[in-house]
Nanobody, 123 residues
């Protein structure tokens, strides 16, 4: 069983940066994968990025702007978001599960989800 808590959302102007954190608890080893997803108002959930013990991946629309990283000592996964644009406005969720097949872009492969954190990009 995992418990996930996101933090770091807020309001930022276009071109600005935010750093989201996902605190992971309940696991006893590092054998898990974490994904970041987002959901804009009136739209479906979309995958943003994921990280496992050997790889990290990004959706094309964030590649080069967002960076995912993992601190195994603090059990946190961070999403550094740079050059944010209004279309990045959404609630951002982190999700986790056992390593299994590794990093996945599909929400159905994650059983445990955080409550989400709002990111608003506006001038």
């Amino acid at each position: 069983q995992f418990r996930l808590v996101e933090s770091g959302g807020g309001l930022v102007q276009p071109g600005g940066s935010l750093r989201l954190s996902c605190a992971v608890s309940g696991q006893t080893t590092d054998d898990y994968v974490v994904g970041w997803f987002r959901q804009a108002p009136g739209q479906g959930r979309e995958w943003v990025s994921c990280i496992d013990d050997s790889s990290l991946k990004y959706e094309d629309f964030v590649r080069g702007r967002f960076t995912i990283s993992r601190d195994s000592i603090k059990n946190t996964v961070t999403l550094q978001m740079n050059n944010l644009q209004p279309e990045d406005t959404a609630v951002y969720f982190c999700a986790a599960d056992r390593q299994g097949d590794g990093c996945s872009r599909y929400g159905r492969n994650y059983r445990f989800w955080g409550q989400g954190t709002q990111v608003t990009v506006s001038s």
